[in-house]
């Protein structure tokens, strides 16, 4: 199993990006699918999150500006960010968590300039 983050870059504040994360291989007993960003200096934390069939909740920082959508035939996970702050300069990640534990992408690195 991989996970493939790509999409990231160097965009002004105000602007949008939409990132990618390509899923390869059969993942057994999934409880969520999310994406996580590291700022430096800084410890990874949440930002979306799909559980279930439908349920999607997002971090207060994002709410708003952020949408995280799936197309479950191609196996992909995208998190369109709009109206980007400074703030969200991190390296992003996707994740999916499993009962038997999570899988990781090698992350993708987002940039806003003021």
């Known amino acids: 199993v991989q996970l493939q983050a790509s999409g990231g870059g160097l965009v002004q504040a105000g602007g949008s990006l939409r990132l990618s994360c390509a899923v390869s291989?059969?993942?057994?007993?999934?409880?969520?699918r999310r994406w996580y960003r590291q700022a430096p200096g800084k410890e990874r934390e949440w930002v979306a999150a799909?559980?279930?069939?439908?349920?999607?909740n997002y971090a207060d920082s994002v709410k708003g500006r952020f949408t995280m959508s799936r197309d479950i035939a191609k196996k992909m996970l995208y998190l369109q960010m709009n109206n980007l702050e400074p703030e969200d300069t991190a390296v992003y990640y996707c994740?999916?968590?499993?009962?038997?534990?999570?899988?990781w992408g090698q992350g993708t690195q987002v940039t806003v300039s003021s």
């Open positions: 994740n999916i968590n499993t009962v038997y534990g999570d899988y």
């Open positions: 291989g059969n993942i057994n007993g999934i409880r969520a």
């Open positions: 799909f559980t279930g069939s439908s349920t999607i």
